[in-house]
């Protein structure tokens, strides 16, 4: 029998590791990539392109290092803990050489239209129509991995700010912005205190002459520096912490965060504490605001009620003068080229795990990367990749349709009740939790209990320090063998980026202290017996 041919939107980071995992599964990968080059989102250029991410050049990635590699390729232990869009492309361009991915894409080349095949019901084959330098070719494919991502259409909410018609400044949706050069000696407003709008802010205060940021209801804000200094997401997305959070009530565990984030800088003192919990929003991340903050060079206001010719009046009542406003208001997701396949509602698409449409005959259509979590989005496409191939091979199956309905109900029922209503709160996953309900569907979880008993060191590791992608290779489809070494080796490769002197004393060797393991090996069977309980 010939290998399946799976055709591949997009080679943005999604896209790169659904060809590997195709590679992997023995299929036949082809990936239309619309513009001249990989990276997707984290490629930066002077000009937008239609239909692709677009970031400013200052942009740096909010979760480190270790913690967003592919899993079987680690990144390179002298680059730093949280990168800039350059190191990134350059981490995609070793990734993309290494497993020798190039030669299966095809650049300049828009897909037009994926439509079922007129047997679909038996074989489960798309016709996907592509264009390039002005000619459309059409091919038949065995499966298609949609990796488009969703920020690429901006969500520019123009009707809700009454008199914008008539401001005689300028706008732009932060999808526009590119550096502070044009904005010297202006008075900016800000709307969004999202992760772009505060850093787009923050930049902006070196150049402009004000930079007053616009929220509707305030927002928490963490950093990524954590006690100590190590990176935020590293010492807190752990499988121990997971397993506290999953114990304590919603609101305790709100509390004991937003405790912290205080202990940072006040929020309400600073104006920016909303009136909903903190784990209630997707997590907004910026270090430098606070500072911007206390020296004035970015004030604080509430939502803008109207524009003038040349002010803003803020629903306090307050007027500013102004000279441009940056809309960092987000995005809105689409895919004009599928054919009655799913239907998008206010952001909405009803997937299986985010992957999945859930009346098709054969589940020969996937989605990579649609979702938002609080952690890395590389690692979870990647493993997306892993079981969305094997379920085009047949490999494992998916549930009837009326029971992925109903998760698919439960899971929005849960959005809501946990997420401030808003378009940014649809496609919200927890790191750990939607990891390893991935990880069961592919059989790649870390079993803890057999890890303690045959390799205690390993699973002090697995279980107390972070929660790395390495840890998804361990066993299972897909094992690699250099998971222990890497995992093992993860602080040394966080650490090594910082000593650039001579130091007096080596830091640790272990992402658990000393101490800290002593006083915890003895309740270890007992703490992992309780999370095997509660884990699905």
């Given amino acids: 029998m010939a290998a399946q041919r799976v055709a591949i939107i997009g080679a943005g980071a999604s896209g790169l590791c659904a060809l590997k995992c195709c590679l992997d599964e023995g299929l036949v990968p082809t990936c239309f990539e619309r513009s001249g080059d990989i990276g997707g989102l984290w490629r930066f250029e002077e000009q937008p392109e239609e239909g692709r991410a677009s970031i400013y050049r200052s942009v740096i990635i909010n979760t480190s290092k270790e913690m967003m590699c592919f899993s079987d390729f680690p990144i390179p232990d002298d680059f730093p803990n949280y990168m800039h869009n350059s190191k990134i492309m350059e981490y995609f361009r070793m990734y993309a050489q290494r497993f020798d991915l190039l030669r299966h894409i095809h650049f300049r080349t828009s897909v037009c239209r994926v439509a079922k095949r007129p047997d679909f019901a038996a074989t489960g084959q798309w016709e996907v129509v592509t264009e390039s330098e002005g000619k459309q070719e059409a091919a038949i494919f065995d499966a298609v991995l949609v990796c ?246 047949g490999l494992q199956d998916l549930p009837p349709s009326a029971d992925m309905l109903a998760d698919v109900t439960q899971t929005k029922e849960k959005m809501a009740k946990r997420y401030v209503r808003s378009r940014r709160h649809t496609i919200q996953v927890d790191y750990i939790p939607y990891m390893d309900e991935l990880a069961c569907q592919v059989g790649v979880k870390p079993n803890l209990l057999t890890l303690f008993l045959t390799d205690p060191k390993l699973a002090l590791e697995v279980f107390f320090g972070p929660c790395t992608p390495y840890q998804y290779r361990l066993r299972g489809p897909g094992e690699w063998a250099g998971a222990r070494e890497a995992i093992l080796t993860q602080q040394q490769r966080v650490v090594k980026p910082l000593q650039t002197r001579a130091r007096g004393r080596p830091p640790r060797s272990s992402t658990v202290p000393h101490i800290f393991k002593v006083f915890f090996s003895i309740g270890l069977i007992v703490a992992t017996l309780v999370y095997v309980s509660l884990a699905p």
């Fill in 148 to 393: 488009t991502g969703h920020h690429t259409e901006a969500h520019l909410p123009l009707s809700a700010f009454p008199g914008l018609e008539k401001f005689e400044g300028w706008y732009l949706h932060s999808r526009d912005y590119k550096s502070p050069q044009f904005f010297s000696e202006k008075r900016v407003v800000v709307v969004g205190t999202g992760n772009s709008g505060i850093d787009i802010a923050v930049e902006l205060s070196h150049t402009a002459k004000q930079v007053f940021l616009s929220t509707k209801r305030g927002t928490w804000v963490l950093h990524r520096v954590a006690d100590g200094g190590y990176p935020f997401d590293f010492c807190y997305i752990s499988r121990f912490l997971q397993l506290l959070q999953s114990l304590l009530p919603h609101n305790a565990s709100s509390f004991f965060l937003e405790r912290k984030l205080n202990a940072r800088f006040d929020h309400a003192l600073y104006g920016l504490q909303p009136r909903h919990r903190v784990l209630s929003q997707h997590l907004t991340i910026n270090d430098d605001l606070p500072n911007c903050i206390i020296s004035g060079r970015v004030l604080v206001k509430p939502n803008i009620q109207e524009f003038t010719e040349m002010s803003a009046i803020f629903e306090d009542g307050t007027r500013e003068d102004i000279d441009a406003v940056v809309f960092a208001t987000g995005y809105s997701f689409s895919f004009p080229f599928l054919e009655g396949c799913v239907k998008v509602v206010e952001n909405q698409i009803p997937l299986y795990k985010f992957m999945f449409p859930l009346n098709l005959e054969k589940p020969t259509l996937a989605f990579i990367g649609f979702v938002q979590p609080l952690g890395a989005i590389m690692p979870i496409s990647e493993l997306q990749c892993r079981w969305a191939t094997r379920v085009f091979k």
